[in-house]
C-alpha cells in the first residue's frame, strides 16, 4: 500500500489550496476510513478531516466551514479543499489510511497504519 499526498505549498491568509492523496494497493471506497492530519513542529498529529468508505466527513472544529473533504473514486483519490487559510493552518499535512477503521476511531492517528509522505502548507500573514 502506498499513499501518495500532494498540493501543499505557499499562499497569503484567506487564500486556498487543493490537496491530494492517491492510493496504491487499497481502494478508498471499499472500506475503512481515510484522514487527514497536520504536524506543526515538535507537535503531535492534530486532526484535521477525515471521510468514511460510506461517504461519511468528519472535520476538526478549527477547519469546519474553511475545509472539505471529498473523493474521487474514478482516481482512488481523496481531496482535502482548503479555503480561507490562516497562518495557523501552516503545518506538514497527511494523508493517512485505516482500511478496517470504524467510525468511533476517524479522529485517531494511532489507528491509522498507512501513511503518504506529507505535504508542506504554508500561509503568510
Known amino acids: 500500500v502506498q499513499l501518495q499526498a500532494s498540493g501543499g505549498g505557499l499562499v497569503q491568509t484567506g487564500g486556498s489550496l487543493r490537496l491530494s492523496c492517491a492510493a496504491s494497493?487499497?481502494?478508498?471506497?471499499?472500506?475503512?476510513?481515510v484522514g487527514w492530519f497536520r504536524q506543526s513542529s515538535g507537535e503531535d498529529h492534530e486532526f484535521v478531516a477525515a471521510?468514511?468508505?460510506?461517504?461519511?466527513?468528519h472535520y476538526a472544529d478549527s477547519v469546519k466551514g474553511r475545509f472539505t473533504i471529498s473523493r474521487e473514486n474514478a482516481k482512488n483519490t481523496v481531496i482535502l479543499q482548503m479555503n480561507s487559510l490562516k497562518p495557523e493552518d501552516t503545518a506538514v499535512y497527511y494523508c493517512a489510511a485505516n482500511p478496517r477503521g470504524i467510525q468511533s476511531t476517524v479522529r485517531l492517528a494511532n489507528q491509522y497504519g498507512y501513511w503518504g509522505q506529507g505535504t508542506q502548507v504554508t500561509v503568510s500573514s
Open positions: 494497493g487499497l481502494t478508498f471506497s471499499r472500506s475503512g476510513n
Open positions: 471521510i468514511r468508505y460510506t461517504g461519511g466527513t
